[in-house]
Nanobody, 134 residues
Framework: VQLQASGGGLVQAGGSLRLSCTVFGFTLDNRSINWFRQAPGKEREGLGCISNRDGTTRYRDFVKDRFTISRDKSKNVVYLQMNRLQPEDTAVYFC????????????????????????????WGQGTQVTVSS
């Protein structure tokens, strides 16, 4: 099993980037794909997820109006489209998959993405750097 994250780069504030997570070793019907990021000196934080079951997406509140997750099952690739980027979005971005195909975790009352602890994701991409200049 291998996940490869790509697509990062340098962008000006207000710009957009699309990250890709190419999956090897299982299909997107088998496991959900989660996106995380880690800024310097900060903990890794979950951003959103696309469910293996039906392609439903879930997001954290602070990105749901700007970030969109999608997938191309024919290519076994998941995308993270990021719009209206701000300097505080500067981080290394990772994709991750759980051990089993249990869909995305979310808060039942709000539908907001609620990631598991990072230790519960055995499969990680190598990370791709996103830098947003002001």
């Amino acid at each position: 099993v291998q996940l490869q994250a790509s697509g990062g780069g340098l962008v000006q504030a207000g710009g957009s980037l699309r990250l890709s997570c190419t999956v090897f070793g299982f299909t997107l019907d088998n496991r959900s794909i989660n996106w995380f990021r880690q800024a310097p000196g900060k903990e890794r934080e979950g951003l959103g997820c696309i469910s293996n079951r039906d392609g439903t997406t879930r997001y954290r509140d602070f990105v749901k109006d700007r970030f969109t997750i999608s997938r191309d099952k024919s290519k076994n690739v998941v995308y993270l489209q990021m719009n209206r980027l701000q300097p505080e979005d500067t981080a290394v971005y990772f994709c991750a998959a759980p051990l089993a195909g249990t869909g995305c975790r979310y808060e039942s009352d709000t539908g907001t993405y609620y990631p598991s602890h990072i230790s519960e994701y055995p499969y990680w991409g190598q990370g791709t750097q996103v830098t947003v200049s002001s």
